[in-house]
Structures are given as C-alpha cells and as structure tokens.
C-alpha cells in the first residue's frame, strides 16, 4: 500500500504561483511514476502531469503546458507540482497520484494510488 499525501494549496491571484507537494509512503518511491491530477466542480478528472521513476522523463497535459513544471525527490519519497501563470480556470482539487511501475504518463486508469487532494484556487 502506498499513502499519499498533498499540502500547499490556497488561494492566489491570477497571474500568481504556488506550489503543491505530496509526500508518499510505504512503498520504495522510486518504484513509483508519479502523477498530478485535477478535478473541478462539475467535471471529470483532468490529468496535469507525470514524471517517471527517476525524474528523467516528464509528461505535461496540454492545459497547463509551459506553466506548470513537475519535479520529484526520490531521497524526500515527494512528488512537486509548481505552477506558474495562474488562471481562474485551473481552480480544482489537486490530487497526487501513484503508479507502480514504468512511466505511462496520462492514463487516469493506470494510477494504483491516490491522495485526498488538495485545493487551489485562483481568484480574478
């Protein structure tokens, strides 16, 4: 069992930055693709970005590419989310995700874990 967990959101200004990190636990990190996901009120969950086990590989979903950046710290078992260019449609609940294995990127499906979210909001 993996258990993740995301600290960081808030609210912030358009235009603005934040950061999301998830911290995870009970399996070898660096066995796991990481992933971010989103999902706002009203719509399915949206997929934002992966990173590979090692940190080597990076997928961004075409949404929030040239904003958002995704890094990870095998030695810390956490996964980041920085966001730049804030807009008011990327209000959501971000969720940390969890894949054991090979980087497949995008997949919601493939993800074997997921965190309880956390909220980001982006006033205009």
């Known amino acids: 069992q993996v258990h993740l967990v995301e600290s960081g959101g808030g609210l912030v200004q358009a235009g603005g930055s934040l950061s999301v990190s998830c911290a995870a636990s009970g399996r070898t990190f660096s066995s796991l693709t990481m992933g971010w996901f989103r999902q706002a009120p009203g719509k399915e969950r949206e997929f934002v970005a992966a990173?590979?086990?090692?940190?080597?590989?990076?997928y961004v979903g075409d949404s929030v590419k040239g904003r958002f950046t995704i890094s990870r710290d095998n030695a810390k078992n956490s996964v980041y989310l920085r966001m730049n260019g804030l807009k008011p449609e990327d209000t959501a609940v971000y969720y940390c995700?969890?894949?054991?294995?090979?980087?497949?990127?995008?997949?919601?499906?493939?993800?074997?874990?997921w965190g309880q979210g956390t909220q980001v909001t982006v006033s205009s």
């Open positions: 995700a969890a894949k054991i294995g090979p980087f497949d990127a995008n997949d919601l499906a493939q993800y074997d874990y």
């Open positions: 990173i590979s086990r090692n940190g080597y590989s990076i």
